[in-house]
Structures are given as structure tokens and as C-alpha cells.
């Protein structure tokens, strides 16, 4: 497949399997489990965001608003975990994609 589109994996030991549950939320970048540990379960949410396409930044915040959606759904009932490649930054702005990241992280803490 061309660059940046490697599609997104969790891959987790067989052993816990007991405790794990694929949600079944997000697009093709996303992908997301259930994972049933103590009073309050964890949503990983991993992603791997767009980078360069003529599309990226539409694909970009579609991405995000979808992640969004995700995140609350499951904020009460679930501890949240997003990690992955994020293809922007938190620390620097000089990319689009870092101030469309750090807008959607300022709403989501």
C-alpha cells in the first residue's frame, strides 16, 4: 500500500484474551478495545491520523471528530486511553495538524 495508508492494529497477548472486547466504533484509522480490569474498564482508542494527502486536513479533522464522538460515548463508563500516530504535535504549531490537534485535545481534557 502506498504510504499512509498502512491501516491501525492493537495486538495483545492471548492470555488476556478473557478481558478484551473489540469496539466496534470509528473509521478505518481507528481502532479501538475494551478492556475489562478493575471498577472501571479502559477504552484504547489507537489511531493513525493522515498525513500528507491533497485531502489531509479534511481527513485530518474528520479523523479527530470521529475519535471525539468516541471519546463521548465512552467517558462515563470507561477510563480513556488515545495514543498512536497522531502526525502533529502538542508542543510545536507549525503544522495544521498541530493546531487542529491542540484544539481537539483543550476539549477533551
Given amino acids: 500500500m502506498k504510504r499512509g495508508y498502512g491501516g491501525v492494529a ?8 478473557e478481558n478484551i472486547k473489540e469496539l466496534i466504533d470509528g473509521g478505518n484509522r481507528i481502532q479501538a478495545i475494551h ?18 494527502s491533497k485531502n489531509a486536513d479534511i481527513e485530518y479533522k474528520d479523523t479527530l471528530a470521529q ?29 495544521p495538524h498541530d493546531k487542529i490537534l491542540k484544539t481537539s485535545a483543550r476539549k477533551n481534557v
Fill in 10 to 17: 492493537i495486538i495483545w497477548k492471548k492470555e488476556i484474551n
Fill in 67 to 95: 475519535i471525539d464522538e468516541m471519546i463521548e460515548k465512552y467517558k462515563d463508563t470507561h477510563e480513556i486511553i488515545v495514543c498512536g500516530d497522531m502526525n502533529g504535535s502538542l508542543d510545536r504549531s507549525s503544522t
Fill in 35 to 52: 478492556i475489562q480490569q478493575g471498577d472501571k474498564p479502559i477504552c484504547l482508542i489507537n489511531v493513525y491520523m493522515p498525513s500528507d
